[in-house]
Structures are given as C-alpha cells and as structure tokens.
C-alpha cells in the first residue's frame, strides 16, 4: 500500500488515502461522473484522511440522497465523496491525487447511466 496525497485545485481541502500504486479506478458514465470527468478510487473509509478543509465543504445530494457530493466551497472540486455504491466507503478523484505516488492507473468503464442494472458489476470494498 501506498500513501497518496490529494485535494481541491485551490488547495483548502488536502486527504491523504492508502491505497496500491497501481491504481484500479472506475470511469463512470453516470450525469454527474461524466460532467465531471471524475475517476473513482473507492476505499474502506479507514483508509481516508481528510487532513484539511473540512469547513470548506459543501454538500450535494440528489436522487436517493444516499450518495455525499462533497465539493469545495471556494474551488468547487469534487476531490472525495460517499459513493451510494460503497456508502461504507470513500470516492477519491484519482484525477485529484498529487503526483508522484502513481506508477499506473488502470480505468475500468462502468455504465452508470443504467445504474440500477449494473451496480453488482462493481467490485465490493475489500476491508
């Protein structure tokens, strides 16, 4: 496991997430993924750190509400989220990890647009 460091574009909101250098990420076609250009790096919760920025967050629900789109107030980066997918997890924007600790990203297309269908598809939070 690696120790990655990430935040927002205007640097208020700084995490750092264990994880492998070798990044599985998940590229997801869904409104707000595809707008967003976001790459998911999900993580068992413990293995995120939110180190600064916390009362910069703002927060995003919409459909179910289950998911929490955290967006910085100032910048609005999405850097990290609680996806409904892994609501016991996190979503790190691999797009948002600061260089140097990635050796490859590996991307994985997952249809978000026809979520209902294919949420089973995703991998499980391995604890």
């Known amino acids: 496991m690696t120790l990655h460091a990430g935040g927002c574009h205007c640097g208020r909101v700084r995490f750092e997430v264990e994880a492998p250098s070798i990044v599985e990420a998940t590229e997801c076609n869904c409104s707000i993924c595809s707008k967003f250009a976001y790459l ?3 993580v068992p ?3 995120f750190r ?3 920025g916390d009362g910069a967050l703002t927060t995003y629900t919409f459909g179910t509400g289950t998911a929490k789109h955290r967006f910085c ?3 609005g980066v999405k850097s990290f989220y609680v996806p ?3 609501p016991d997890g996190v979503s790190v ?3 948002c990890l600061d260089p140097g600790t990635i050796e490859a990203i590996e991307v994985t297309p997952f249809d978000g647009r026809n979520w ?3 949420v089973a598809e995703l991998s499980p939070i391995s604890n």
């Open 45 to 47: 919760k413990r293995d």
């Open 93 to 95: 924007n691999v797009r």
């Open 84 to 86: 409904r997918s892994h």
């Open 50 to 52: 939110l180190l600064d």
């Open 40 to 42: 998911h790096l999900i």
């Open 73 to 75: 107030s100032r910048c």
């Open 116 to 118: 209902e269908q294919n």
